[in-house]
C-alpha cells in the first residue's frame, strides 16, 4: 500500500501539540496503580529466597499466621494444589514456578506470599514465615552452565542446561567467506545484563468479586489483552469474566509485559478470600525479580577486502536466560529480532546463531526499551564495524558510508531475513557529520593527542526493527501481533478512539488523537483516546518494542479512511450528489468544481445521526484490525564525543548528537522527547548500569544505591535532529522511534571511549564502561 | 521497605533529650535529620525500640562563629552549611563537602553531626571534621565533655557517644588567612556513596612553606582515616608537585578499601592518592599556589 | 498516636504508627495520591514534598508524626484559584514529563529552588534536581520547564503554595 500523500500543510500530522494526558498528571491527578483504593481490600507482600540454589525442606507458617492482621499465607505447594504451580512463559518455550515448588532457582525468588490487613502487617509477617533451605551449588555463568554440572532445572525432561540453539543464515558459505577474507576480525563483546528500572514498580489489585463472578484485575500491564487471555488460560475463568484495567503507568520499557508472580499469587488470594488483594514491588523486589535484559556474549566476526568492502558477518551469542526462559519474544523468535545483525549493511552473505542457557540468577530477558534483542544485535553490529575500522585504519565513518546499503537497493531484502522497508543511511549519516563538524573534531582530537589527552569521536548508524508484526511469522502464544483501533464519533463533532496498546509516557492520549483528527478534519483536543480496558478496548497486544505506531498507528489511520469513507457517502447526500463528485479536499468534502460548496467533518457527523443516509446505517464509527505486512525499519547516525580523565577513568561525554529517522514524524515534540529519554538509558546502560552477580550467586544490584540511574547532573546534553524516509508500506509512513535511541547509543558511547583509547592499543572494554574498567586498560596498556 | 514498630518519644528541650535518652538508654536511637537512620530502619537493618525526636528542639538549630571556632548544632542541616555566604567565603573545605553529600534534597534534612555519630566507612563529614582537627561536644547524665574527632570516631557504625548520651555540636577551628581547604570526592553519580574522598587543611608559614597540614581520607577503610604520614611530610615542606605526590602516594599506602561495586581494593586505593592529590592542589590554588595538578 | 498535619492549607488530625513514614500518611491516610513512591532507599525523590514553606524532603524518608505541628505543601497543592502554578504550565508548555511519575516529587524540589534561587542558571537547575531521578525524559525538558516557570515567577510572583 503506498504511502498517503499529505497535504502541505498539516492539520494535525507534525504539529507539537502539547499532550492532553499532562493536565492530570501536573496535578497529581494521575491515577497509578497505588493510587487505587477498593473497599476491603487486603494487601500481599512476598516472602524471598535469601539461596540462589536450595532445595525447600519446609515452610512453616504457623508464626505468620497468628501475626496481627494476617489473613494468608500461601506456598507453591497452595498453589500447586490449586492448579496455579507453573504458568506459561510468554514465547512458549518454557515455563515458570509462580511460586517455588520443591526448590528455589534463585537468590530472591517469590516463596511464599502473606496477605494482610495493611501493608506494614503483611511485610511484618513476611519475616515471620520459616523456611528451612537445603542449599546447593548455584551455577551463574552461562559457560558454566554448559557443562551440565549443576542442573539448574529439574522439572524439564530434557536434563540440560541447554535451552534452545537458533541459528538463521547461511552457516557453510559465511565460514568460509570468512576464511578467505582478506581482512578478519573477530571480538567477543558482552552486553551486559541490565534493568528498565522504570520509577513504578510493578504491581496489581486481584479483584475476585463474588458477588458478580468476575475477576478485575488492574495491572502495571503493557499489554492487558494478553494478560487477560494468559490470566483465562492460566485459571480456566473464561474470558468475559475477567476485566483488565492497565491504569497510568509510571514507565515500563519493557518490565511491565511479563506476568509476575505478585499478580498470580495476589489473584489466587483474591479468590479464596473474597476480596481485593494488592500487591506493590518493592524497589528490591523489582530489581531482583522481574524482568531484567540482555545478557548475551556475543562472538562477531566480520570479513572483507583490503579496500574495506565488508564480505561476511557471523555472531554466535550465549544467551543468559537466568531460571526461567521468560523472555517476551514472539513464538518463532526465541532470539527475538536478533537477526537484524546485519545492521545498516550490505553483506552479502551472513550467519547468526545463538545457544542459551539456564543459570540461578533471575529469569528473562525483555527487551528493555528496544525491539526483541535488537540492542545486542545493534550492538554487535556497530562494535564490529568499528574494530573492522580500525583493523584496517580506516575511518569509520568512511567505512560505513561505504557498506552502507544504498538507497536504491530498497526494500532490501537482507541475507537474515528481513526486507529493510526504506532508508537513506548516506544521507542520515552524512547530515550527522555535517552537523556535528566531523573532519574539525578530528583534527582537534589530532591535537589533542600530541598532547596525550585522550579523546574519542565514536560513531553508530544503526538500523532497527519494530513493529512486530505480520501474522504470517509473528505470534505471542498463538496470538497474531495485530493491532486495533476502534474509532467512535460523537453528534457534535468530536470522537474517541481506542486501541489495543497501552502507553506508559508515550503520548498516545495526543498522538492518536493527531492522527485521527489529520485523517478527518477534527480538532484532536476533541479526540478522547483510551487505552488498557480490556472491557472496552478492541483486541491488540500492547506497547513495547516500538510496535505502536507502527501497528495500531496504521490501525487508527485505517479505521478513520473508514469513516471518511462513510462520511463521503453522508456529505454526497447532504450535497444531493453523487459519491463520485464530492472530494475530499483541504481536511473538507467539496463539491467538484465548485470550490464553495463544502461540507465539514463536524456537519457530516451530526448528520450521521439526525439525518442519516436512507438505506444506510446511522451513526459514524469504524474499527479496524491492522495486520502489518512488514516491520519497520527507523534508523539513525549517532555521533558520541569524550574526553578521558586518565588518573581516574572517568568519561565526560562532550557532546552527542542524534540524527533519527523514524518516517513520518506525528509529533516532533514527543518524538524529540522518546529520544532524549531513550539516549539517556542508553548512556546508563553505557557507563553504569549493570545487573551482577558474584560467584556465589549472590545479587549485587539490589536497589538504586546499587543499580544506577544517572540524575540531571551526569546525564549530558543531547543535539537530536531527524531526516525523514517514510515507511512505504505504513499507511503514514511512520515507523515508530521510542527505542531507537536506546538501541544505537550503547555503541556510539564505547566506540567513542574505544576511539579514546585506541593510541594505548586498546581494542574492547565490556559495558559497563565504569572508571575502573577504563583505568585499568590505561594502566594495563603502559605496562 | 516498612520499619518495625518502635516507641516515640518527642523532646521539646535539651532539658528532655537528655532525660529521654538517659531513660532509655541503649533501646534509643537519636532522631535527628533522618536521613541515615530512617532508610536503615526500612530495610529493617536498624530497629530500635525507642526514638527520641530531637527535630522540635529549637535551641539545636545553629552554625555560628565563636571563640575562634566554626560551631554546629544538633540540628545545622548540611543545606544550611550549602547555602551560607560566610562558610563558602571562609570555610572552603566545609562548604566543599556541603556541595557533595547525599543529593540536594537530603541535605535538606541531614545534619552534620548526625553524620558524624553515624560514622559510615563512607560517610563525608567525618573526613572533613578529621582534616579540620574538630571536635565533638557530647553531653550525657556525667556532664558534658568535648572529644577531638580522632577520639570521637572509633570504629565503622561506632563513635564515642555512650549509651544515654548525645552529641550536641561539632566544633571546626575557623580557618586563619593563610588557610584553606578542599575535599575531593569521587562518586559514581550525585548521591552514590564516595568511590574515594579526601579532605585537606593547609596552612602555610610567612615564607610559603606548609606549617600545619590536615590530611584526611575517605572509604578507604573501616571509617575515614587520618593520613599522618602525609601529614608530616607536607609540615615545613615548600608546595611542591613532589610534596604533592608523596602525600597522595602516602594515602594511598593507608588506603585499606573494600571492594565492592564501586571498585576493587586495587582501584579505591589508587583513587585515595588521586583525591588527595587534587584536594591538595584545590587547597593549594585558593591560598595562591597554582600549577600544581 | 494522633497528630496534626497541615497539608495545602488544611488542617488534618489522625491517629497514626510512629513508624508510618510520611509519604504513604499522605497517600493511603488523607487520600492524597500525587506524591509517588518509586525506590527503597530515598533515591529517586518521587516522593519529594515541602516541608513549612522552605524546605523539600522526601517523604519516604521523614516519619509523619515528625510532620505533627508542621505545614506540609504537595503537587496537589500547587494549582489554586483555578490556576495552574507557573510549574505547572510550564511542565506542560515544554514536554517535562513523560510518564509522569517524577513529575510531582520533581515540581516540589523545584518549588523550594526557585524560592531560594529565583534565577538559577542550568547548572544550578540541574544541581538541584539531582536528587530527583526520571527515566523518561532524560531531564533536558525538565530543566526548558523550570527555566520557563524561573522567568514567570520573577515577572510575575505566583500565589505561595500554600504551606508557607
Known amino acids: 500500500m503506498a504511502t498517503t500523500e499529505l497535504p502541505p500543510e498539516r492539520h494535525a500530522m507534525g504539529v507539537s501539540m502539547k499532550r492532553k494526558e499532562d493536565p492530570r498528571l501536573i496535578q497529581g491527578r494521575g491515577r497509578f496503580l497505588d493510587d487505587i483504593v477498593l473497599p476491603n481490600m487486603l494487601y500481599l507482600a512476598l516472602v524471598h529466597s535469601p539461596y540462589p540454589h536450595a532445595r525447600i525442606v519446609k515452610i512453616d507458617k504457623t508464626a505468620a499466621l497468628a501475626s496481627p492482621g494476617v489473613k494468608a499465607v500461601l506456598t507453591g505447594e497452595d498453589l500447586v494444589a490449586a492448579g496455579l504451580g507453573w504458568i506459561p512463559t510468554f514465547h512458549g518455550y518454557d515455563k515458570q514456578m509462580v511460586l517455588a515448588v520443591g526448590k528455589a532457582l534463585f537468590q530472591y525468588q517469590e516463596v511464599a506470599g502473606v496477605v494482610a490487613t495493611s501493608r506494614e502487617a503483611a511485610f511484618d509477617a513476611v519475616e515471620l514465615v520459616e523456611v528451612e533451605y537445603e542449599p546447593l551449588e548455584p551455577v551463574v555463568d552461562p559457560f558454566d552452565a554448559m557443562s551440565d554440572t549443576t542442573l539448574v532445572r529439574e522439572d524439564r525432561e530434557n536434563k540440560t542446561n541447554h535451552i534452545y540453539h537458533w541459528e538463521v543464515g547461511k552457516r557453510e558459505e559465511t565460514d568460509a567467506a570468512l576464511a578467505g577474507a582478506e581482512v578478519h576480525i573477530k571480538e567477543r563483546v558482552y552486553f551486559q545484563r541490565c534493568h528498565p528500572a522504570p520509577l513504578e514498580t510493578c504491581g496489581s489489585i486481584s479483584d475476585m468479586n463474588p458477588a458478580t463472578g468476575r475477576l478485575t484485575l488492574y495491572l502495571t500491564s503493557q499489554a492487558p489483552h494478553a494478560h487477560r487471555t494468559v490470566v483465562s488460560l492460566v485459571t480456566g475463568i473464561p474470558e468475559d469474566k475477567i476485566h483488565v484495567i492497565s491504569p497510568d503507568i509510571g514507565g515500563g520499557f519493557g518490565n511491565k509485559v511479563p506476568v509476575y508472580p505478585g499478580y498470580v499469587v495476589g489473584t489466587v488470594a483474591s479468590v479464596v478470600l473474597g476480596v481485593p488483594v494488592k500487591w506493590v514491588e518493592t524497589r528490591t523486589e523489582n530489581l531482583t525479580t522481574t524482568g531484567f535484559a540482555r545478557d548475551y556474549h556475543m562472538d562477531v566476526e566480520i570479513g572483507a577486502t583490503r579496500e574495506g568492502q565488508v564480505t561476511a558477518l557471523k555472531v554466535k551469542t550465549v544467551a543468559d536466560h537466568g531460571a526461567f526462559d521468560a523472555a517476551a519474544d514472539p513464538t518463532k523468535y526465541p532470539a527475538g529480532l536478533f537477526g537484524i545483525c546485519t545492521g545498516s549493511y550490505d553483506f552479502p552473505i551472513a550467519f547468526t546463531e545463538l545457544d542459551a542457557y539456564f543459570t540461578n540468577k533471575a529469569p528473562g530477558g525483555v527487551a528493555y526499551r528496544c525491539s526483541f534483542r535488537v540492542t545486542e544485535a545493534s550492538y554487535a553490529i556497530e562494535r564490529g564495524m568499528d574494530l573492522l575500522a580500525r583493523e584496517l585504519a580506516m575511518d569509520p565513518a568512511e567505512l560505513r558510508l561505504k557498506n552502507f546499503v544504498k538507497k536504491e537497493q530498497f526494500p532490501y531484502p537482507s541475507p537474515l531475513g528481513f526486507v529493510y522497508d526504506s532508508g537513506d543511511y548516506h544521507m542520515t549519516l552524512q547530515k550527522a557529520l555535517d552537523k556535528i563538524g566531523y573532519p574539525e573534531l578530528r583534527r582537534l582530537q589530532a591535537e589533542k593527542r600530541a598532547r596525550g589527552e585522550l579523546m574519542g569521536i565514536g560513531i553508530s548508524t544503526f538500523t532497527e526493527v519494530v513493529g512486530a508484526g505480520p501474522s504470517k511469522h509473528f505470534d505471542i502464544m498463538g496470538i497474531k501481533m495485530f493491532d486495533s483501533a476502534e474509532i467512535r464519533i460523537h453528534p457534535t463533532g468530536s470522537g474517541i478512539v481506542r486501541t489495543g496498546t497501552r502507553h506508559q509516557g508515550q503520548g498516545h492520549e495526543t498522538t492518536w488523537a493527531q492522527i485521527v483528527a489529520e485523517e478527518l478534519g477534527l480538532d484532536p483536543q476533541n479526540i478522547l483516546v483510551e487505552e488498557g480496558d480490556t472491557d472496552t478496548a478492541p483486541y491488540g497486544l500492547g506497547t513495547y518494542a516500538s510496535r505502536s505506531t507502527p501497528v495500531a498507528g496504521a490501525a487508527i489511520a485505517l479505521a478513520s479512511r473508514r469513516i471518511r469513507e462513510k462520511a463521503k457517502k453522508i456529505a454526497a447526500h447532504l450535497m444531493e450528489a453523487a459519491e463520485d463528485d464530492v472530494e475530499w479536499v483541504d481536511y473538507k468534502f467539496q463539491l467538484k468544481g465548485v470550490p464553495g460548496k463544502v461540507v465539514t467533518m463536524k456537519e457530516i457527523a451530526f448528520a450521521a445521526y439526525t439525518n442519516p443516509v436512507p438505506g444506510s446505517e446511522p451513526g459514524l464509527e469504524a474499527t479496524f484490525y491492522y495486520d502489518p505486512p512488514n516491520l519497520t525499519f527507523p534508523y539513525g547516525a549517532y555521533i558520541a564525543v569524550v574526553e578521558i580523565d586518565r588518573d581516574t577513568g572517568e568519561t565526560h561525554v562532550k557532546r552527542f548528537l542524534a540524527i533519527d529517522d523514524c518516517g513520518t514524524v506525528i509529533n516532533p515534540m514527543i518524538v524529540e522527547g522518546q529520544i532524549h529519554g531513550g539516549l539517556t538509558e542508553g548512556y546508563a546502560i553505557a557507563f553504569m548500569q549493570e545487573i551482577a552477580y558474584d560467584s556465589g550467586g549472590n545479587h549485587l544490584n539490589t536497589n538504586f544505591t546499587d543499580y544506577l540511574v544517572p540524575t540531571a547532573l551526569e546525564t549530558p546534553k543531547w543535539e537530536t535532529d531527524s531526516t525523514c524516509t517514510p515507511s512505504p508500506h505504513h499507511p503514514i509512513g511512520a515507523k515508530g522511534v521510542g527505542e531507537s535511541p536506546n538501541v544505537g547509543s550503547p555503541a556510539a558511547f564505547v566506540n567513542a571511549v574505544m576511539d579514546a583509547l585506541s593510541p594505548l592499543g586498546v581494542k574492547n572494554i565490556d559495558m559497563p564502561l565504569t572508571r575502573e574498567k577504563v583505568w585499568r586498560a590505561i594502566r594495563e596498556s603502559k605496562a | ?293 | 498516636m494522633k497528630i496534626s498535619v497541615t497539608v495545602n492549607g488544611e488542617a488534618y488530625e489522625r491517629d497514626v504508627e510512629p513508624r508510618t513514614l510520611l509519604a504513604y500518611f499522605l497517600r493511603d491516610t488523607l487520600g492524597l495520591t500525587g506524591t509517588h513512591v518509586g525506590c527503597d532507599s530515598s533515591s529517586c525523590g518521587c516522593c519529594v514534598v515541602m516541608l513549612d514553606g522552605e524546605k523539600a524532603v522526601k517523604s519516604c524518608t521523614m516519619f509523619a508524626v515528625m510532620a505533627d505541628g508542621h505545614e506540609i505543601a504537595t503537587v496537589e497543592g500547587l494549582r489554586q484559584d483555578g490556576k495552574l502554578h507557573p510549574l505547572q504550565q510550564a511542565f506542560w508548555d515544554n514536554h517535562g514529563l513523560q510518564c509522569g511519575y517524577c513529575t510531582p516529587g520533581m515540581m516540589m524540589t523545584s518549588v523550594v529552588l526557585l524560592k531560594n534561587n529565583p534565577a538559577p542558571s542550568e547548572a544550578e537547575i540541574r544541581e538541584a534536581i539531582s536528587g530527583n531521578l526520571c527515566r523518561c525524559t532524560g531531564y533536558q525538558n525538565i530543566v526548558k520547564s523550570v527555566q520557563q516557570a524561573a522567568a514567570e515567577l520573577s515577572a510575575e510572583p505566583a500565589a505561595e503554595p500554600v504551606a508557607s
Open chain 2, 1 to 293: 521497605m516498612f520499619p518495625a514498630p518502635f516507641e516515640y518519644k518527642r523532646a521539646h528541650s535539651a532539658d528532655e533529650a537528655f532525660t529521654l535518652l538517659g531513660l532509655h538508654g541503649g533501646d534509643a536511637r537519636v532522631l535527628a535529620g533522618g536521613q541515615s537512620l530512617i532508610p536503615a530502619m526500612r530495610y529493617r537493618l536498624a530497629r530500635p525500640a525507642v526514638l527520641v525526636d530531637i527535630n522540635p528542639v529549637e535551641e539545636f538549630s545553629y552554625i555560628r562563629e565563636t571563640d575562634g571556632e566554626l560551631r554546629i548544632g544538633a540540628l545545622g542541616r548540611d543545606a544550611a552549611l550549602e547555602s551560607l555566604a560566610f562558610i563558602a567565603e571562609r570555610y572552603r573545605l566545609i562548604s566543599d563537602v556541603s556541595r557533595v553529600v547525599a543529593d540536594p534534597v537530603v541535605r535538606q534534612m541531614g545534619t552534620v553531626v548526625g553524620s558524624l555519630c553515624h560514622n559510615d566507612p563512607c560517610g563525608d563529614w567525618s573526613v572533613a571534621a578529621l582534616a579540620s582537627r574538630a571536635q565533638v561536644v557530647v553531653r550525657g547524665s556525667g556532664g558534658a565533655r568535648t572529644i577531638p574527632i580522632d577520639e570521637f570516631l572509633v570504629d565503622s557504625y561506632t563513635t564515642a557517644v555512650a549509651e544515654g548520651e548525645l552529641a550536641l555540636e561539632v566544633r571546626f577551628p575557623t580557618p586563619g588567612a593563610r588557610t584553606s581547604g578542599a575535599y575531593s570526592k569521587i562518586e559514581r553519580k550525585v548521591g552514590d556513596f564516595a568511590t574515594a574522598a579526601a579532605a585537606v587543611q593547609i596552612t602555610l608559614a610567612a615564607d610559603g612553606t606548609i606549617a600545619e597540614a590536615g590530611v584526611a581520607i575517605g572509604a578507604a577503610g573501616p571509617m575515614a582515616m587520618r593520613v599522618a604520614a602525609a601529614e608530616a611530610l607536607l609540615r615545613g615542606a615548600a608546595p611542591s608537585r613532589e610534596a604533592v605526590a608523596a602525600a597522595a602516594d602516602a594515602a594511598r599506602a593507608l588506603a585499606d578499601p573494600t571492594a565492592d561495586t564501586r571498585g576493587s581494593a586495587e582501584f579505591k586505593k589508587d583513587m585515595a592518592g588521586v583525591v588527595v592529590a587534587r584536594a591538595l592542589a584545590s587547597a593549594l590554588e585558593r591560598l595562591g599556589v597554582e600549577g600544581l595538578r
